[in-house]
């Protein structure tokens, strides 16, 4: 069975870090592209980023950029999404997508994806 599974969450003060992990268990991440998305309370689901199969292709929202840093170890199994100087606003339950492609680039589209994590919880507070 294909599963990903987020962890990583906590509370953390502004300006804080966290790191989120997305591990795959029942497949290997190697020909997947993955993508990393973020619900709060009363709001969307938004796009945060997202890395290519082969980790060259990397894209991020406009909110993180600069932020936010994606990346992935295909041994492992896991992506990861570093996450620096955190906001009040970035207070969210974050998942991870997985879809199965062979194109070199990757989109922050949630229609996209096929398979998602449970998610895991952010948030930033004093």
């Known amino acids: 069975q294909l599963q990903l599974v987020e962890s990583g969450g906590d509370l953390v003060q502004p300006g804080g870090s966290l790191r989120l992990s997305c591990a795959a268990s029942?497949?290997?991440?190697?020909?997947?592209?993955i993508g990393w998305f973020r619900q709060a309370p009363g709001k969307e689901r938004e796009g945060v980023s997202c890395i290519s199969l082969s980790g060259d292709s990397t894209n991020y929202a406009d909110p993180v950029k600069g932020r936010f840093a994606i990346s992935r170890d295909n041994a492992k199994n896991t992506v990861y999404l570093q996450m620096n100087s955190l906001k009040p606003e970035d207070t969210a339950v974050y998942y991870c997508?997985?879809?199965?492609?062979?194109?070199?680039?990757?989109?922050?589209?949630?229609?996209?994806?096929?398979?998602w994590g449970q998610g895991t919880q952010v948030t930033v507070s004093s």
């Open positions: 029942g497949f290997t991440l190697d020909y997947y592209t």
């Open positions: 997508a997985a879809v199965k492609t062979y194109r070199p680039v990757c989109l922050i589209r949630s229609n996209w994806y096929g398979y």
